[in-house]
């Protein structure tokens, strides 16, 4: 049996005012950024002992909804059925969809236009970005989906963070960073700083800083290797427009071409110039399948030299066809 939550507490900051959340979810939206999202609004009206937060869900149609993991969830209201909330935020899907987004946008445009703040989790802020109402603010979007966004949003301002709180926009990375996002916001009134570190203890989470960045830095990943090892990765990572050779490498590390080989053999059993070519390679499929990027310029952005050698290697890798993979990859 659990522990039982604590007993509701008297936080002095903590103001008498209410705030109503919405979360859209467009089909195909993620199940888990939807309850990460939720759930410290209802461990913080738990620790307030009254609903100092209100949410409901909403949906495109009158009709479950389906969630990337296909677990269906029947929202509270309909699209269009009510603006009385502080604060909408689009639970995005995965992958991104290529059509059917004026709906949406129109609504989202006219609670901008009512002084409602919005936001877009997970891929949720492709689809603020698509109404336009991104321009002007520091945003985010999952690591995944960073280069859609840029190539389509060249406009915007696009952080790497676990989210960004810019004036009236929320957008937030996805994955369990929610947690992160909304306890951050519970610093605000109708709550506090203390309220948001008890619903951080109640949920067994650290309070991540919005400075942190989504993805794992080379050296996290790879900790048990050599700190010369993991200085050849991130040049790697940092160099892959025009990859450098193996011997420009290993002088940049000061050691010998042989010794870099040896090492690479050893902790990775690979050569040097193969994980280069899966490096890049992996850069390469994210815009293969995440964006509408053409063939030829996803082959210069990666490095190589013609779209035949970029195709041939791709398919000695993943066994099929960047083109293939991206017809085969559903979008909307």
């Known amino acids: 049996m659990s522990a039982p939550l604590p007993p509701p507490v008297d936080l002095p900051r903590v103001v008498s005012a209410k705030q109503r959340f919405g979360f859209l979810l467009v089909p195909n939206f993620s199940l888990i950024a939807l309850s990460s999202a939720i759930d410290p609004l209802r461990l913080a009206n738990t620790a307030l002992g009254r609903q100092a937060f209100q949410y409901v869900t909403i949906g495109l149609r009158d009709e479950p909804v389906l969630s990337s993991d296909g677990i269906r969830v029947l929202p509270d209201q309909v699209m269009g059925q ?33 002084g409602i703040a919005l936001g877009g989790i997970d891929t949720g802020s492709y689809f603020l970005a698509k109404a336009g ?104 990572e940092s160099n892959i427009e025009e990859p450098l050779t193996p011997g420009e490498i290993a002088d940049y590390l000061k050691i010998s071409k042989r010794q870099l080989e040896r090492m690479f053999k050893e902790y990775l059993a690979t050569a040097p110039a193969r994980k280069y070519l899966e490096v890049r390679l992996a850069h390469a499929r994210r815009a293969v399948l995440r964006t509408n990027r053409r ?12 779209t035949a050698h970029f195709i041939t290697r791709y398919r000695d890798i993943y066994a099929n066809t960047p083109q293939a993979e991206r017809l085969a990859t559903p979008r909307g």
């Not at 389509?152 to 301002?157: G, R, V």
């Not at 063939?295 to 013609?306: H, N």
């Open 295 to 306: 063939m030829d310029e996803i082959a210069m952005a990666c490095g190589f030299a013609t």
């Open 82 to 114: 009510s603006s009385d909330f502080d604060v909408v935020l689009v639970i995005g899907p995965n992958p991104i969809p290529k059509v059917g987004y004026g709906d949406t946008t129109r609504w989202l445009k006219r609670l901008a236009a009512q």
């Open 133 to 236: 109402l991104l321009n002007g603010y520091r945003c985010t979007i999952h690591w995944e989906d960073r280069d859609t966004l840029v190539s389509e949003f060249p406009e915007l301002i696009v952080s790497s963070r676990l989210f960004e709180i810019d004036r009236d926009r929320y957008t937030c990375s996805g994955g369990v960073s929610p947690l992160d996002l909304m306890t951050f916001v519970l610093r605000r009134p109708p709550g506090s700083r203390e309220l948001a570190q008890q619903v951080s203890d109640l949920l067994v989470s650290h309070q991540r800083s919005p400075d942190e960045n989504q993805s794992l830095p080379m050296r996290y990943r790879y900790n048990n290797l050599p700190e010369v090892l993991l200085e050849a990765l991130e040049i790697m």
